[in-house]
């Protein structure tokens, strides 16, 4: 199974600024995912990051605020952009090897808070 | 109404107890079907899959229910160590993984 690298690991941000995270897969993987889970909550898909073209963004998420990267098969970035205490999260990457057919596999995740 | 849902717990056992999740999803197309295990302060990480026969591994049992679109997992002989969030995830429309808000477990001495 896919091994995910993510970083940060944690950050601390001023409101008003923007923080990348990168994730990198140990193998070409056919699907990458952000999701975020605040405190005490289950995970929320932010978007799907498509390989060589725009992002696919969930109800509620957009561009402007979560820009995606998907440069090859192995890597993507998400920026949180304009922060506001609201971001503080835990955003978290995943893959899947081969579609839903396959399990999803995380990065250990990023842990923002936005002071 | 929430693609995925589960009961949020905590479900409260002792140690040797037998215990047993359920969830339902709401779309009836979906395709797959999965159980995770997250630990506080943690990221998810699988525990099975769930295949419409039903499947088993060690002392953790998946069964899936196509008819009333639920899915279950019995934990037996349950151990200190398995105290975490259980999180039902179910895919669907080719591309998209939804998660539960998770059922907390606390295994106690």
């Known amino acids: 199974s896919a091994v995910i690298s993510q970083k940060p690991s944690r950050d601390i941000c001023q409101r008003g600024t923007s923080l990348t995270i990168q994730c990198q897969v140990d193998s070409q993987v056919t699907m990458m995912f952000w999701y975020r889970q605040q405190p005490g909550q289950s995970l929320t898909l932010i978007a799907t990051a498509n390989q060589g073209s725009e992002a696919t963004y969930e109800s509620g998420f957009v561009i402007d605020k979560f820009p995606i990267s998907r440069p090859n098969l192995t890597f993507s970035t998400l920026t949180v952009s304009n922060l506001s205490p609201e971001d503080s999260s835990i955003y978290l990457c995943s893959a899947s090897d081969r579609g839903i057919d396959s399990p999803l596999h995380f990065g250990n995740g990023t842990r923002l808070t936005v002071t | 109404r929430k693609e995925v849902e589960q009961d949020p717990g905590p479900f409260n056992v002792p140690e040797g107890a037998t215990v047993a999740f359920n969830c339902t999803y709401s779309n009836s197309a979906s395709q797959s079907f999965f159980w995770y295990r997250q630990d506080c302060r943690k990221e998810p990480k699988l525990l099975m899959s769930v295949y419409s026969s039903g499947n088993e591994d060690g002392r953790f049992t998946a069964q899936l229910n196509r008819a009333s679109q639920y899915i279950s997992l019995l934990i037996r002989d349950s151990k200190l160590s398995d105290s975490a969030t259980y999180l039902c995830?179910?895919?669907?429309?080719?591309?998209?993984?939804?998660f539960g808000s998770g059922t907390k477990l606390n295994v106690k001495p």
């Open positions: 995830v179910v895919g669907y429309n080719f591309n998209k993984f939804y």
